[in-house]
């Protein structure tokens, strides 16, 4: 399992069940370095030797490490990730005839037609012989906004 979380963004071995499960671990491949480091502080924190003093030694002192770094873990991966999922649901909420999408699988086109109660999107790839093909509304990686001289001119 954790092979595909080492892929670089963008490789084609991700598997969509795994994106879709899995996906705040694709936003970079920190999270492998910020686990082994913080296991490897436990590890090293077992291992060693207890000190010699009278009370004897408190087991809780990369406590504060560890639980510092699965917090840096969750502002920088985690958190990022959910905010760009919330958003592009706000987006695939929003999607109507006309809109200009990109597929998961890299296919561009334009929406004909939504159907929501089946999760069901049609898309127009091609202007000259008006081919269609039908998708699931998850299929839509993401929704290209107009640029600003489109609208202008």
Do not use: H
Request: aromatic share 10%.
């Amino acid at each position: 399992m954790w092979r595909y979380a080492l892929v670089p963004y963008g490789a084609s071995l991700y598997d969509t069940r795994f994106r879709q499960f899995y996906g705040f671990f694709e936003a970079t491949t920190l999270f492998p370095l910020l686990l082994q480091t913080s296991l490897l502080l436990v590890a090293q924190a077992e291992a060693a030797p207890a000190p010699a003093q009278d009370g004897g030694g408190s087991g809780f002192g990369l406590w504060p490490a560890v639980i510092a770094s699965l917090v840096a873990m969750y502002l920088i991966m985690i958190r990022p990730e959910r905010r760009r999922e919330r958003e592009l649901q706000q987006k695939l909420e929003a999607l109507k005839k006309n809109d200009r999408v990109i597929t998961t699988g890299g296919i561009y086109g334009v929406v004909t037609n939504v159907r929501r109660e089946v999760d069901e999107v049609t898309l127009k790839v091609d202007e000259d012989s008006n081919t269609k093909l039908r998708v699931t509304l998850r299929s839509i990686a993401r929704v290209v906004e107009p640029a600003a001289d489109d609208s202008a001119g």
